[in-house]
Structure formats: structure tokens, C-alpha cells
T-cell receptor, first 113, second 112 residues
């Protein structure tokens, strides 16, 4: 089955700096890669996603890049703000019809004011 | 807001008991997936329901079972609770034709 590894496990940045979180996946059949933000006591919130036919996608301060050959994808957050502090999860899926998500282990991002 | 609701918010059970968790979506999403999230870990896929039938299952034993109703709401049932079943249980709703899954706030289950 699919295996997703995520690094780093914790990341501390100063407000205004950029943050980068990286994930690798094992199943070359995976074709959908979402990123979720989870705040304390809440469920995961989808912040951006990318499909395998696209190499990069951007939404305001958030961008995701995908390298299918190397089987890795990354989340980039620019101009970080204290409200960006949360746990971020990458995920991958590829089962047509079922589309079960396999998650990474999470990155705790802390943005220092 | 994802429009996905779960009940109850918190639940405390003892080992060996049975529990039922509920999930509903306001936006007509016809596919429901359930995930277990242990403390400090990423969610793990339990199973998915589409058209009131199980449509794929992760590495969980048969004492984890589910239902989906005609209005697309869903239940997760866990029998013979074990201490390791203590976790946040998340449901995610989606349309069968899309990849995007929207998560509810979860139910925190504690097994003593």
C-alpha cells in the first residue's frame, strides 16, 4: 500500500518568513495530493490540493509543488502569520473509486510573532 | 465551515463496551469515509461508504463496522472496545466523482 513520509515534524519560523514542508510517497499510482491544516480540537481543513497532471499550484500565500519522478511534493507558505500556527498534514490517494487518503505524520508549525 | 457534523463531541467508554459515532453532511456529499487519528499521528483510513455499501476498507478488524443511510449520513460502530481504540474519529464527506474530502470536527473517544 501507499506510504507517505513527512518532514520536518516541527518547524518554528519568525512572522513574515517562509515555511516549507516536504512529503514523499511510495505508490507511483497516486495521483491526488491534498494538504490539510489542523488546529487544536478541530478536524483537518483542506488548504490546497494538487493533481498529478499539474506541477505547481498557488493560492495567495500558499503553494504546492509536485515532482512525480522523484515522488515528492512540498507545501510552501510565504509571509507567515501567527494564525498559520497549526499542524499540517500531507496526504496522497490514487485508488480510483475509493480514493482513501494516506496521511503523513504531520508537521507542527509555530510562527513566532 | 465544511458543513460536516459529527456527534457526540466526546465520549468515554470502558473496555469491552460498544460505541456508535455519527456523521452527517449538509451539502449532499454522497460518499463518507471514516478515519482514526491517534494522538500525535496522522489520520488512518478505516473504511468508506458509497450508496449505502462499504466501498473499501483499511487495516482495521471486523469489530469496526459502519452504515450509510439514504440521506448519506453515516454511523461508525466499534464493538469490544480496547484501550488502543482511544483516538479522535473523523468522518470525511465527498462526492463520488471528485477527490476532495471535507472533514468533520471529530469525536474524541476515550476507552478506560
Amino acid at each position: 500500500g501507499e506510504n507517505v513520509e513527512q518532514h520536518p515534524s516541527t518547524l518554528s519560523v519568525q512572522e513574515g518568513d517562509s515555511a516549507v514542508i516536504k512529503c514523499t510517497y511510495s505508490d507511483s499510482a497516486s495521483n491526488y495530493f491534498p494538504w490539510y491544516k489542523q488546529e487544536l480540537g478541530k478536524g483537518p481543513q483542506l488548504i490546497i490540493d494538487i493533481r498529478s497532471n499539474v506541477g505547481e499550484k498557488k493560492d495567495q500565500r500558499i503553494a504546492v509543488t509536485l515532482n512525480k519522478t522523484a515522488k515528492h511534493f512540498s507545501l510552501h507558505i510565504t509571509e507567515t502569520q501567527p494564525e498559520d500556527s497549526a499542524v499540517y498534514f500531507c496526504a496522497a490517494s490514487g485508488d480510483t473509486g475509493r480514493r482513501a487518503l494516506t496521511f503523513g505524520s504531520g508537521t507542527r508549525l509555530q510562527v513566532q510573532p | 465551515e465544511t458543513g460536516v457534523t459529527q456527534s457526540p463531541t466526546h465520549l468515554i467508554k470502558t473496555r469491552g463496551q460498544q460505541v456508535t459515532l455519527r456523521c452527517s453532511s449538509q451539502s449532499g456529499h454522497n460518499t463518507v469515509s471514516w478515519y482514526q487519528q491517534a494522538l500525535g499521528q496522522g489520520p488512518q483510513f478505516i473504511f468508506q461508504y458509497y450508496r449505502e455499501e462499504e466501498n473499501g476498507r483499511g487495516n482495521f478488524p471486523p469489530r469496526f463496522s459502519g452504515l450509510q443511510f439514504p440521506n448519506y449520513s453515516s454511523e461508525l460502530n466499534v464493538n469490544a472496545l480496547e484501550l488502543d481504540d482511544s483516538a479522535l474519529y473523523l468522518c470525511a464527506c465527498s462526492l463520488a466523482s471528485t477527490d476532495t474530502q471535507y472533514f468533520g470536527p471529530g469525536t474524541r473517544l476515550t476507552v478506560l
